[in-house]
Each structure stands twice: as structure tokens, then as C-alpha cells.
């Protein structure tokens, strides 16, 4: 089977990106603080919570992802605080934080409170913490990480579960991060390819990324980045469902991604590359994506499980330094596991 393009050719453009969410316009609406009282009155784990410690706020964006605001993550947070984070995480699929200033330790710690780090096999490592990854573009670098849709880790057998990703060194402009809610791309397909993809299973890989087949541009150019293509051709496909059950939430999420999934399962390449490229265009629908701003102290956390992420490449002859820390999932379940357990 060939390689599945990282990038969709013609379907996101950057004028159409642009225009999306230009300058002066806000991806976050206002007058959120509803869904705060929601989390507040619906959520049992919430509902003791005295009303001076809630200053924490979520503001959902129209696409993918919540904005969180009042709260300083550098600190040990409560379990209250906690419950919100881990909520908002759960329903939005990412969260951003604003005007954080973190140490590389605080940065661990954090992330430890959600679960166990995974170390990249194939990222750069900051050289005090192992457990930091590097994702970073000199001046003189023309590619950057991560610049197609993709969610990360796919290709594992227990794909990790998110990264945090906090803003170092920011170009003067440009560098955005989009961000596309899967949940959404689930729940708005067509009756009719829901029905379709439900019992399907989907092939992930690595290889053709970050093994040594070099037959990717992107890849050459990111030689000293991303390495290890040793681990990359050793590593074995992965097999998921195309409809998973978020682990935690159950919320049902489409799992296929540009970046790694390289077919259906039993499936020619041919049928494969026509329902997955009809998935995809439907699943960056302007309505499901989000562009994250990225300014200094900026931080998103997404979950891998319920969104895609690509990284804009419009700031050439500048640095862009981001550290990134990821936490290990679980195998995935079918969204429609208890069904066929029933029958
Ligand atoms: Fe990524």
C-alpha cells in the first residue's frame, strides 16, 4: 500500500484558514459562564465545590477545545481544580491556558498529575529533562513538526493519551497550531457512513513518517529533529477502530487520522483512500477546527483520542521553540463494543 499523504492537498488553504479566524476575531465566544454553573451543578464530583474556589472558568471555542482561565497550574491545584481541568478535558477534547509561567520541573509535575510520561522515541530531548521533547524550527530550517493534520501515537498498540505543549520562544507572527474536534467529526457524519464505518478497524503506521524510508521531504528536512528511524521501522502497524469510545468519557470519537493511518482493515487501498479521504474532508469542516494563537505562557493540552492537530509552517527566518511533554494511554475500544458483546 502506498503512504498516505501527511498533508490533504487542496483542502485546507491558507486564505481559507485566515479568513476563518483573522486578526481581531476570537475563537472563543463570550458569556461561557454557563457552562461553568453546568459543571458546577451537574457534575457530582463538582457540586460541593464552594463558590470561591471556583475561579476557574471554561470557555469552549466554536471549533475544537476550551480556553481555561483562573487558574495558575504552576501550583499544586486541588482535587476540586483538578475535576474541572480533567472535565474540560474530557468534553472539549484540548484545553488552553494563557499567561502561564512554568519551570521545565513544573511542567512535569503537571503533566504527572494526569498519568504516566511517555518518552518520545523520536523527538529531540531537552537536554536537562529527558522527559521533555523538543519540537523546534531554527531560522534556518524550511520544515517544520508536525505540519499536517495527525493526531500522535496512533501507531502504537496503547496510542498515548495527550501532550502539553507550552510556548518557549514564538516567531513574531504566524506558528499557529489548529486543532480539529473529532467528537464533532463523529456525531455530524451522515447517517449512512456512520452505519458504514461502525464495525470498521483502521491500520496506523509509523514507518512511512519517522522510519528510515526517507521518502518524505518533510522527513528529510527534519533530520536532527526527529530521529530514530531504526525504532520507527521495527515497530509493527497498529489496528484500532475507526469509531472509538474515548476511554473515561465514552464520548464516541472518528479515529483515523492523514498523518498515520495507512488503510482499513481487509480492506484494497483503493476503497481505503476513498472512505478515508471522504472522512477527512468531512472531519476539517470549518466548524469542527479551531486555530490556537499561540503568545508567550500560552499552553494546550490536547487529547489524542478525540482530536487532530497541525502545526501552521508560515514563519520563515524565525525560531520557534515549543516543549512537549506527552502522557501514555490505554488500548482503545470500539465505540460499539457492548453491542456486539450483546449479540
Ligand atoms: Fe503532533
Known amino acids: 500500500m502506498s503512504r498516505p499523504e501527511y498533508r490533504i492537498p487542496g483542502q485546507i488553504k491558507t ?17 461561557k459562564e454557563l457552562f461553568v454553573e453546568k459543571l458546577i451543578c ?34 499544586r491545584l486541588s482535587e476540586s481544580e ?16 494563557r499567561e502561564q509561567n512554568l519551570t521545565e520541573a513544573e511542567h512535569i509535575t503537571f503533566a504527572r498529575r494526569f498519568g504516566e510520561i511517555n518518552i518520545n522515541r523520536f523527538f529531540a530531548k531537552h537536554r536537562d529533562y529527558p522527559e521533555i521533547a523538543m519540537v523546534s524550527k531554527e531560522p534556518d530550517q524550511v520544515a517544520n513538526i508536525g505540519g499536517g493534520w495527525h493526531t500522535d501515537h496512533s ?38 457512513l456512520k452505519a458504514s464505518i461502525r464495525d470498521l478497524r483502521a491500520i496506523h503506521s509509523a514507518r512511512h513518517v519517522f522510519g528510515s524510508r526517507d521518502d518524505m521531504d518533510m522527513l528529510k528536512k527534519t533530520r536532527g529533529r526527529i530521529g530514530n528511524p531504526e525504532a520507527a521501522d521495527a515497530l509493527h502497524d497498529s489496528e ?7 476511554p473515561l468519557s465514552k464520548k464516541k470519537a472518528l479515529y483515523v487520522n492523514p498523518g498515520f493511518t495507512i488503510g482499513i482493515a481487509g480492506w484494497s487501498e483503493r476503497d481505503s483512500e476513498s472512505l478515508l479521504g471522504k472522512l477527512y474532508k468531512h472531519a476539517i469542516k470549518e466548524e469542527h477546527i479551531t486555530k490556537y494563537q499561540w503568545k508567550p505562557g500560552s499552553i494546550a493540552f ?42
Open 15 to 31: 486564505g481559507k484558514l485566515s479568513s476563518s479566524s483573522g486578526p481581531g476575531k476570537t475563537d472563543f465566544p463570550e458569556a
Open 42 to 75: 451537574h457534575d457530582p464530583r463538582t457540586k460541593h465545590l464552594m463558590e470561591s474556589e471556583m475561579a476557574l472558568s471554561v470557555l469552549p471555542a466554536t471549533g475544537a477545545g476550551a480556553e481555561i482561565t483562573g487558574v495558575d497550574i504552576s501550583r
Open 82 to 97: 483538578m475535576t474541572v481541568i480533567k472535565n474540560a478535558f474530557a468534553e472539549h477534547g484540548a484545553i488552553f491556558f
Open 155 to 192: 501507531y502504537d498498540q496503547e496510542p498515548a493519551m495527550g501532550s502539553i505543549l507550552i510556548a518557549r520562544e514564538l516567531p513574531p507572527s504566524g506558528g499557529d497550531t489548529w486543532f480539529a474536534n473529532m467528537y464533532k467529526a463523529y456525531e455530524t457524519l451522515p447517517v449512512d
Open 240 to 246: 484500532h477502530p475507526v469509531v472509538i469510545s474515548r
Open 302 to 343: 490536547w487529547d489524542n483520542r478525540a482530536t487532530w492537530h497541525f502545526a501552521q509552517n508560515d514563519y520563515q527566518g524565525f525560531r520557534r521553540i515549543m516543549h512537549r511533554i506527552t502522557i501514555n494511554g490505554c488500548p482503545l475500544e470500539s465505540a460499539f463494543a457492548d453491542t456486539k458483546k450483546a449479540s
